[in-house]
Nanobody, 122 residues
Framework: QVQLVESGGGLVQAGGSLRLSCAAS????????MGWFRQAPGKERDFVAT????????RYADSVKGRFTISRDNAKNTVYLQMNSLKPEDTAVYYC???????????????WGQGTQVTVSS
């Protein structure tokens, strides 16, 4: 069992930066791939980034490539999403998820956090 708690969301102007954190409980965090997804009002939950248990094999959605960076610290049971050059279209609830592999498809992740709101003003 893994419990995930996101933090770091907030309101930021376009062009600004935020760093999201996702703290995991449980001793098996380091065995899971971790993903970040986001969901805007009235839209589906979309893939943002994922990273393997080892910290390798980071993958990104085309819409965030070059602006967002996913990383993890297994000693702290935490995964991060550094978001730079934010755009109004990045506004969404951001969720972290744990799964067996660095999937890009939401239903393949087993555990989910409650989400954190990111709002980017123009």
């Amino acid at each position: 069992q893994v419990q995930l708690v996101e933090s770091g969301g907030g309101l930021v102007q376009a062009g600004g930066s935020l760093r999201l954190s996702c703290a995991a409980s449980g001793r098996t965090f380091s065995s899971y791939a971790m993903g970040w997804f986001r969901q805007a009002p009235g839209k589906e939950r979309d893939f943002v980034a994922t990273i393997a248990w080892s910290g390798d094999n980071a993958r990104y959605a085309d819409s965030v490539k070059g602006r967002f960076t996913i990383s993890r610290d297994n000693a702290k049971n935490t995964v991060y999403l550094q978001m730079n050059s934010l755009k109004p279209e990045d506004t969404a609830v951001y969720y972290c998820a744990a799964g067996s592999s660095p999937f890009t498809i939401a239903p393949l992740y087993r555990y989910w956090g409650q989400g954190t709101q990111v709002t980017v003003s123009s």
